[in-house]
């Protein structure tokens, strides 16, 4: 009598295992779908991290004054005012800044761009300090980019340095001759 009662449990069960089946088979499709589309959430959010991380990276968010330009964590300013040297640099330190210290090829680039185009020169910070060619921020001097036969110091009356557009190249130069400048300072 106990397998025909087990037999007839299982045949009165078949219907709701049937149901259940049904349902799983509903569901299972449905719930694959939503894993997956945690998943591709889940990796789309990490990709847009990860660019974020390479774009700030690469293009740090400027940190620079109305009118100043970013590059490699400095703030570069050209000062369209003609004036001498001297006065150039005083400008700039009532920036915080001062006349523009190059340090690279890119540096020099990115400055001669500033600078403007066509036949427009402009103060730089090199200056004959005795018998040294400084700049007026203090950083090192290793890379020069004089133009061929610069400098000449002309009599010793030529003692500041000048980018020349285009071009790119230095030429040094009396201290009153009267042109535009750049500034530069570390970027905040």
Avoid at 8 to 37: G, N, T
Avoid at 39 to 68: A, G, L, M
Avoid at 156 to 168: F, L, S, T
């Amino acid at each position: 009598m106990e397998l025909m009662e087990i037999s007839e449990f299982f045949s009165s069960q078949l219907p709701d295992a049937q149901k259940r089946k049904q349902i799983l088979f509903a569901v299972i499709p449905s719930l694959i779908f939503v894993i997956f589309i945690v998943y591709k959430i889940y990796h789309i959010e990490s990709q847009v991290e990860d660019f974020k991380r390479i774009i700030t990276e690469k293009f740090p968010p400027e940190k620079c004054e109305k009118n100043w330009k970013f590059f490699q964590g400095n703030c570069y300013w050209v000062n369209k005012k003609r004036t001498n040297w001297t006065t150039s640099e005083k400008s700039c330190v009532q920036e915080n800044a001062h006349l523009v210290s190059i340090h690279t090829d890119e540096e020099n680039d990115f400055v001669e761009l500033i600078l403007g185009e066509g036949q427009i020169d402009g103060w730089i910070g090199l200056q004959l300090l005795d018998d040294e060619w400084a700049w007026s921020d203090e950083s090192d001097t290793m890379y020069t980019n004089w133009k061929a036969g610069e400098p000449n110091e002309n009599h010793g009356i030529e003692n500041h340095a000048e980018m020349w557009n285009p071009g790119g190249q230095w030429n040094n130069n009396k201290e009153t001759r009267k042109i535009r400048s750049i500034c530069k300072k570390k970027a905040s």
